[in-house]
């Protein structure tokens, strides 16, 4: 499982989808209404990948509905955690002085387990592509503009 509101780092984005080719189950929570408008694009524009090689994505709406998500974390066949505050776009992973707990504690992945990921997927949505020619062209546009401008990060 993945919850992270940035996924715009293309290595990053190539080892999640290489993971789920490989029968490897992959679902990531994204917050439905994102606080940088720039990295949800690039972070939606990546989900066509993401979908094409079997990643499930969560919308999360929250228990207000307003869609607000800042958490990062990840948790491996229940044995394996991180949680913290890294990003995965570039500015996180190369530049910024982000940290993570890592944990295989399996008290802790649990809890991490129920009381975050559970509790998130619970309170999202299944992401809908854009539907139409237009839309689908549009996000498109939009994402490769943003990939230009990731790379500044």
Known sequence: YIINPYITNDDMVKKICAAAKRGVRVE???PGSAENPLNDVNTRYHFAAMLKAGVR????????????????????????????SCNMDTMALRHNYEQNIISRDR?????????LFEKD??????????????NKTWQNIKGKASQILDRFD
Request: hydrophobic content about 40%; overall charge positive; aromatic content about 12%.
């Open 57 to 84: 994505i969560h919308m999360y709406q929250g228990e207000n509905g307003l869609g607000k998500l800042h958490g990062k974390g990840i948790l491996r066949d229940d044995e394996f955690v991180s949680i913290g």
């Open 121 to 134: 997927f619970s309170l999202s949505t299944i992401y809908v592509p854009p539907k139409g020619f237009w």
């Open 28 to 30: 990531i929570i994204h």
């Open 107 to 115: 008290e802790l992945v649990a809890k991490v387990r129920r009381d």
